[in-house]
């Protein structure tokens, strides 16, 4: 039996190195975060938005505000898997425009397979993609403590669950490019982008 999936898109960042809200910066004529809601879109399932900022209920999904204020994208993590209640939650940047939904789909059907595994993770040029990932409620524990002590290091979360890591060979196979990686930080990077 499938477990519940659901897709969070983390968009309640200080978007400090953008100057302003990076969801709502103008990308080839739509919002940076619409072109995110428009990819995980042809998943099926449902979306909500972790995000506390009022401008962004334009876009007409369920927000929910970060619980733990403050801490970065952990904080975001955190609150989708709270707010998720069961099952599987696939977690995204606000600011990743071009992701593949064959590579996310992907994803999700290998979670659904991972019954030992809190998180699905791919790997680009060199490095997990822990804000493209999967991951299961069952992180929880091992996220919460983490965030009490005071580590916000994504990166370290990984390395405390069980993950199924998704290799950059199967990757490719998606997305050959790893143009889903791709995330706009900067003005200089919309700027540049496509």
């Not at 876009?59 to 619980?67: H, R, S």
């Not at 005071?150 to 050959?176: K, N, Q």
């Not at 990686?181 to 003005?187: G, H, K």
Request: net charge negative; with cysteine.
């Amino acid at each position: 039996m499938l477990e519940p999936t659901s897709v969070a898109i983390l968009a309640g960042g200080q978007s400090l190195r953008m100057g302003t809200d990076k969801a709502l910066v103008n990308l080839a004529g739509r919002p940076l975060l619409q072109h995110v809601i428009d990819r995980v879109g042809t998943l099926g399932v449902s979306i909500r938005l972790i995000s506390h900022h009022t401008d962004h209920a334009v876009f007409g999904l369920p927000m929910v505000a970060d619980m733990r204020p403050g801490v970065g994208p952990l904080g975001g993590v955190f609150t989708a898997l709270t707010t998720a209640g069961a099952g599987w939650v696939l977690v995204v940047a606000c600011d990743m425009p071009t992701l593949n939904a064959d590579l996310l789909a992907h994803l999700l059907a290998v979670a659904q397979d991972s019954l030992d595994h809190a998180a699905v993770v791919p790997r680009w040029g060199g490095r997990a993609q822990p804000l493209h990932a999967v991951y299961h409620v069952r992180a929880l524990p091992t996220l919460t403590a983490q965030l009490d002590s005071g580590v916000l290091a994504m990166g370290a979360l990984l390395d405390h669950l069980p993950v199924r890591c998704i290799d950059e060979t199967e990757v490719a196979r998606f997305d050959p490019a790893g143009a889903s990686f791709a995330n706009l930080n900067t003005l200089a990077d919309v700027a540049g982008w496509g």
